[in-house]
């Protein structure tokens, strides 16, 4: 069992210390050596149980805690990394103050006092001037603290009555596409994906996204699972599945119509499953008539015959699980993909097998008092206006009333958000008022007016939940704050209070606001987590442990699996799944997916110099056919461009990519010695489908040598 005892935390022996503003502080005593246990703090799926190793009060290294019940032990390699990224020369130790032009990370050193003074003042002046809807928070989960996320910032946002953010950049079309088909965001627990016999691997890079999973996958192929990779790269996942199936970008909601045409065909449908399970069977088989291998051939690019061998898998093997990633949802028509692929496993009635289904996330089942901790009811309005967050160039730029002050935390938009060169003409306003609290003067930062300090996780309480596996967990502060780095929550609580809110709402410990996230009257399989309780266990598996049958969490209006949907019919979608073509102009011959790399999660990381060495440059992969057609060759330079904007990229040839595609990975910070620039410079701010869900890969561009310019 876990040994609490190395973790001694000496609350009991806390000072109590008056800060300004008359905030009271914990001065906590932290142990200085030995081994500590953690939690992965990062937007991963993995949410991993860490083991800290501390020496004179510096963090040595960072391994696996082995007693975790699914990350067993194993982490990935940048968190390793993390004792470089904590204790940094680079990290901001005290709030800046912007002395040069907007751009050139001139900023001097300034205390919190005049910080909060700077910042309140513009906040009354701008609310004065253009009312509180000119401020904007950008925000997402560089941090997935619970506290540290969607805590005391939410509160402070609301209270303030800003424009609310639609935080739609990660997998907001897929969430909506498989909620139509499900109801609920969560699939099957991960662990029992050990009991499946075949698993797709659909839109995942799973090796470098989602280790555990690939873990768990790895013990199923023990047993006699065979593992198949749906993507448009052959990577690193291909490499380790069994199979590797290659299709065009944004046609894999055809792929699974296919699929479905032949297990109708051929007589794999569980027919009993699908009277009792599912409405719109009939609708869903008369559309999948239409989707012949032949013509999912021609849209998809796979041979017929891979389509006919991957049917005939599917409609063979049971259980069988699919793992649904996030990347392929990055389409204009990436909500539709989702739902789709989440109707085939009702088809061959895998959801009532241990270890059969789909999983695109399990968000669903550690969902919060989401209510009571952000208190939407605090807005003083209910039609303050919201922005979508994959929309922040336009934003910048052309919304009136206009935005007058940005608040950025847990995000670095100048690098994540698509269009880049409208985000930084944004940025650059004269008349915007830019805030960022981040550990590191990210490319955001060069833009801000005022930047704050952050503390690592390390320096914080917060409570975990995973959106893959369903423990939650409990990690306390083992280092005291950097230099005067304050947390998220730390400082939204003191901003709340600076403001004059009302201290019911913001003068509230990080235990008070554990137990109001935790109410199990919004969620019953919270029952007995309890900041208490995960104190003393560190991680608690949502619902007790005890399994729950997949129909408890099928949370569509008809209570059965929708493979008609007329919630869809009514905003305008098609009821039944199907093919769309991807919506950018033509005009350029290149689809290019810019996905994240193994070394970094999203731009985090990629300023660390030892991960940087390890993924070398970026790169644009490009087939060996296209090459030799523009007279390309391997390792040279080339310009990535399109009416938005442009990138330089190390290329690299071979059989990776099919012909007219591209890919790149990595979302690495600018450099301008380099003339390195975003590739988000080049991808649209169009929405997906469905959800406001962005559209990454949904990009056109064309390759041009660089000495021909
Ligand atoms: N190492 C690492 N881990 C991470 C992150 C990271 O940046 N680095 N980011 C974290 C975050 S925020 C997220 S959301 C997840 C994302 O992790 P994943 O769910 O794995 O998503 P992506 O890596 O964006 O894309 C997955 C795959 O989709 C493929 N793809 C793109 N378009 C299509 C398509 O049209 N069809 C198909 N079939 N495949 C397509 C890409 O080639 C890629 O291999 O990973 C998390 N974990
Ligand atoms: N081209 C392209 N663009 C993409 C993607 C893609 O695949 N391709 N993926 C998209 C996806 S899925 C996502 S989720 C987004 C992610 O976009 P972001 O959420 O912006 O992710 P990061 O780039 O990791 O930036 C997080 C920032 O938060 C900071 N941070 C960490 N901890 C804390 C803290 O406790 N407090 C504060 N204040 N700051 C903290 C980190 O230092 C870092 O600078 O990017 C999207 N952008
Ligand atoms: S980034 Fe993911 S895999 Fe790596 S330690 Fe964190 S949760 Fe685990
Ligand atoms: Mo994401």
């Known amino acids: 069992m876990h040994n609490n005892a190395r973790f001694e935390f000496h609350m009991n022996k806390a000072e109590r210390e008056a800060g300004n503003n008359g905030v009271m502080i914990f001065m906590t005593k932290f142990q200085t050596n030995g081994v500590v246990p953690s939690v992965c703090p990062f937007d ?65 050193p300034i205390s919190w006092e005049e910080a909060y003074d ?10 004065e001037q253009h009312g509180a809807e000119a401020i904007l928070p950008y925000s997402f989960y560089g941090n997935m603290g619970i ?30 596409g498989y909620g139509y088909t499900m109801g609920a965001c969560a699939g099957i627990d991960p662990e029992d994906t050990v009991h499946s016999k075949l698993i797709l691997i659909w839109g ?37 599945a069994d199979e590797f199936i290659h299709l065009r970008p944004g046609t894999d909601a055809a792929l699974a119509l296919g699929m479905m045409h032949i297990l109708i065909r051929d007589g794999w449908v569980d027919e009993s499953f699908v009277r009792d399970n599912t409405i719109g069977y009939e609708e869903l088989a008369a559309q999948a008539e239409r989707y012949t291998p032949s013509h999912v051939s021609g849209i998809t690019g796979v041979p017929e015959e891979d389509i006919e061998r991957l049917a005939k898998l ?31 496993p009702a088809l061959t009635g895998q959801w009532n097998k241990l270890g059969g289904g789909a999983m695109k996330g399990n968000g669903w089942y550690s969902r919060l008092n989401a209510g009571q901790l952000e208190r939407p009811d605090l807005l003083p309005r209910s039609d303050v206006r919201s922005i979508n967050m994959n929309q922040l160039g336009d934003a910048l730029v052309d919304l009136t009333p206009a935005i007058h002050m940005l608040f950025v935390y847990n995000s670095n938009p100048a690098v994540v958000a698509p269009d880049q060169t409208k985000v930084r003409e944004g940025l650059l306003r004269d008349d915007l008022y830019t805030v960022t609290h981040d550990l590191f003067l990210t490319d955001t930062c060069k833009y801000a007016d005022l930047v704050l300090p952050a503390t690592s996780h390390f320096e914080n309480r917060d409570l975990y939940a995973s959106y893959w596996h369903l423990y939650m967990q409990l990690g306390e502060p083992i280092l005291p704050p950097a230099g005067e780095s304050k947390s998220n929550f730390t400082l939204f609580k003191e901003l709340g209070l600076r403001m004059g809110f009302e201290p019911e709402y913001f003068d509230l410990t990080e235990e008070q606001m554990i137990d109001i996230a935790l109410d199990v009257r919004n969620n ?18 949502v619902g007790g442990g005890k399994a729950l049958s997949w129909r408890d969490r099928l949370r569509t209006p008809s209570r059965k699996i929708e493979l008609y949907s007329s919630r869809m ?21 290149f689809w290019l997916i810019a996905g994240p790399n ?15 060495k390890l993924e070398k440059q970026p790169t644009v992969h490009m087939s060996e056919e296209d090459a030799d057609r523009l007279n390309l060759h391997e390792g040279e330079l080339v310009l990535v461009r399109n009416d938005r904007g442009q990138a330089r990229l190390t290329l690299k040839i071979g059989r990776d990519v099919l012909q007219g595609v591209l890919v790149t990975q990595g979302l690495w910070w600018e450099d301008e010695q380099l003339g390195r620039q975003s590739v988000n410079s080049l991808t649209p701010q169009r929405l997906a489908d469905m959800g406001g869900g962005a559209t990454f890969f949904s990009n056109r561009v064309e390759v041009v040598k660089l000495d021909m310019l």
């Open 118 to 127: 700077e910042l309140t003042a513009n906040m009354r002046m701008i609310i």
């Open 569 to 589: 019919l009514r905003r305008g979608l098609s009821p039944v799944p199907e093919h769309s073509d991807l919506k950018e102009d033509l005009k350029y011959p």
């Open 147 to 176: 506290l540290n996320a969607e805590g005391m910032d939410r509160r402070f946002f609301h209270r303030l009555g800003a424009s609310r953010l639609d935080r739609t950049i990660c997998n907001a079309a897929g969430a909506a």
């Open 204 to 240: 995942c890079n799973l090796v470098s996204t989602n280790m555990h999973q690939v873990m768990l996958a790895t013990e199923a192929r023990k047993r006699g699972a065979r593992i198949i990779h749906i993507d448009v790269h052959r990577n690193r996942t291909s490499a380790w």
């Open 44 to 108: 991963c799926p993995d949410t991993c149980g860490l083991h800290v190793t501390l020496k004179d009060g510096m963090v040595t290294s960072v391994t696996g805690d082995p007693h975790h019940p699914v990350t067993k032990g194993a982490i990935c390699n940048k968190v390793r990394k993390l004792p470089e990224r904590v204790h940094h020369k680079e990290r901001i130790l005290t709030p800046l103050r912007r002395t040069g032009p907007k751009g050139t990370l001139a900023f001097e």
């Open 314 to 344: 599917y409609g063979e093997t049971s259980p069988s699980f699919i793992r649904i990633g996030n990347g392929l949802q990055h389409h204009d028509n990436g909500g539709m993909i989702i739902r789709t692929i989440s109707c085939l």
């Open 524 to 541: 019953p399989l919270l029952e007995g987590i309890t900041y208490e309780a995960l104190r003393e266990k560190r991680w608690m598996k």
């Open 598 to 612: 193994h070394s970094f999660i999203n731009s985090t990381f990629a300023n660390q110099s030892s991960l940087q």
